[in-house]
């Protein structure tokens, strides 16, 4: 079996190209660094050539609505017009749980994952969405994220971090042996407080902001997933924060 890995060198794309390779999986790494432009369609038609499965876990800076809905929507588009000729036979896509709900459907970045789901769903070739909650190692780079003026603004939101490997292994899953067309989520074992979890994660790296509770629409409250979903069973690596 062979797949093309667009995004394969990012930080969900290189442990999954890992995972697949072990699982004697053949793996075309598709990032710019390949010399592969999935926006543009540069290099696609090349890389897909013998190839079974597209996954998609690329990602764009742009948080603003029209700039992350172009290129969400627009490499869906190059992938499965490049992937139909191709003869690939199933597109996987990793989003996010609770995008395009409540208050998540004001978020730019958010909306171009919608988008994302959207194009792949409409497309030709046959889809599976993995959607995940927020990567526990990501939670210092949402920290950062939610920083104004040195300080961490933090609404007393749900959140429910998961280990990435567990995410890892549920698209490699989606690659071997989920029933094409499968919506599956996947989120930690604990749920918390994400004030909560920001003043454990800065104290734990000897990060000195202050984090400010917040109210109001800041974050949405898509950090959870809303019905049945994958329990990952890896505990968040720092013990005592309080449970939500
Ligand atoms: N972070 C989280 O907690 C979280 C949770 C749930 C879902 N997700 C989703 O996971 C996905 C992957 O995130 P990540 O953190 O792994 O992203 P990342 O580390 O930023 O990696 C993104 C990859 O996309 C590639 N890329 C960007 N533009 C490209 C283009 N035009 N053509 C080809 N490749 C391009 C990059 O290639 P180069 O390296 O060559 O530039 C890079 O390898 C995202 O869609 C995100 O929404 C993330």
Do not use: C, W
């Not at 790494?29 to 369609?41: A, H, K, Q, T, Y």
């Not at 490997?165 to 918390?192: D, N, Y």
């Amino acid at each position: 079996m062979k797949v093309f890995l667009a995004g394969g060198r990012g930080r969900v794309g290189s442990p999954l190209a890992d995972n697949l390779e072990a699982k004697g999986i053949e793996v075309v790494p598709g990032g710019l660094e390949d010399g592969i432009d999935v926006f543009s369609g540069r290099g696609l038609a090349e890389a897909l050539v013998g190839v079974d499965a597209i996954v998609n876990v690329l990602n764009t800076p742009r948080f603003d609505a029209e700039g992350a809905i172009a290129f969400f929507e627009g490499a869906v588009e190059n992938l499965t017009a490049a992937g139909e000729r191709a003869g690939v036979r199933l597109h996987v896509v990793l989003s996010i749980v609770g995008v395009g709900e409540g208050d998540a459907s004001e978020i730019g970045y958010y909306l171009g994952k919608v988008a994302q789901e959207k194009a792949v769903r409409a497309g030709s070739i046959p889809a599976t969405i993995i959607r995940s909650t927020q990567f526990q190692s990501y939670i210092p780079v949402l920290a950062d994220q939610h920083t104004v003026d040195g300080k961490v603004r933090a609404p007393r939101v749900f959140i429910q971090p998961v280990e990435l490997e567990e995410v890892v292994e549920l698209l490699a899953e989606a690659v071997t042996t989920l029933e094409p067309g499968s919506v599956v989520e996947i989120a930690g074992p604990e749920r918390f407080y994400l004030d909560d979890l920001f003043r454990a994660t800065l104290a734990e790296r000897g990060d000195e902001r202050e984090v400010v509770t917040v109210g109001g629409q800041e974050m949405p409250g898509a950090m959870v997933p809303r019905g049945m979903y994958r329990a990952g069973t890896v505990r968040y690596p720092i013990a005592g924060i309080p449970l939500a």
